[in-house]
């Protein structure tokens, strides 16, 4: 029996709407894959499904296509990934990617319930765990302190962000945001320790106007 086009509809709203608001954690945290990428995973991986369920007619195997959905967001999950010096990054939004790829699978395939707690459970361990993380990080004194540079060319920020990377091998979040007359302002979090050398080297460099430790 065909699904409903409205049904259809739904199950595909309610895809994107759940991949959304795991992406708009990864947006708030400046990630690569935000908000709108992770949108498109959702609402894509449920229209393959739906068309694994619908488009093939009786003879067709609607596993076949949604077991190729996996295989592509593997692929597009390694895009998120990158090395920085010893550290990997982009691990736990890979991870989403991944998570919003079967959030949006459950929903095309109607299991609505499905699809909603485990979107849930998913918010629970990327905000929830995040206190976990910072205490931790306070009893193995891990702590992180965020340097913020001011330059006057910003045709620096490649050097300054490899220097930085090279000194403190965990530097993370890090944002540029290009200001006028080719200048712009770099955030960066650090190792707590090594914020104040960082900074104090930071003043020392051609293009850097100002340089301080915000927290």
Do not use: C, Y
């Not at 709407?17 to 949108?39: P, Y």
Request: aromatic share 6%; glycine share 14%; net charge neutral.
């Amino acid at each position: 029996m065909a699904i409903p086009l409205l049904d259809a509809a739904l199950r595909l709203v309610l895809a994107a709407v759940l991949a959304g608001a795991v992406g708009l954690e990864r947006e708030v945290m400046r990630k690569a894959a935000g908000f709108r990428t992770h949108m498109l995973v959702g609402l894509g991986s449920a229209l393959f499904t739906l068309l694994s369920i619908e488009g093939f007619g009786t003879d067709g195997d609607p596993a076949r296509v949604a077991a190729q959905v996996v295989t592509g967001i593997g692929f597009l999950g390694a895009g998120a990934i990158f090395r920085e010096g010893a550290t990997v990054r982009g691990l736990t939004t890979a991870a989403g990617l991944w998570a919003v790829a079967a959030i949006g699978m459950a929903a095309g395939s109607g299991l609505i319930g499905l699809a909603t707690v485990s979107a849930a459970i998913v918010l629970l361990v990327l905000l929830g765990l995040r206190t976990l993380d910072l205490w931790m990080d306070r009893r193995l004194g891990r702590m992180k302190a965020t340097v913020e540079v001011t330059l006057s060319d910003s045709s620096h920020f490649g050097k300054l962000w490899k220097m930085a990377a090279k000194i403190d091998p965990t530097v993370e979040n890090v944002a540029f945001s290009k200001g006028r007359n080719g200048g712009g302002v770099i955030t960066l979090d650090v190792d707590a320790k090594r914020a104040d050398g960082l900074v104090a080297l930071f003043e020392t460099e051609e293009g850097v106007r100002s340089a301080e430790r915000l927290n």
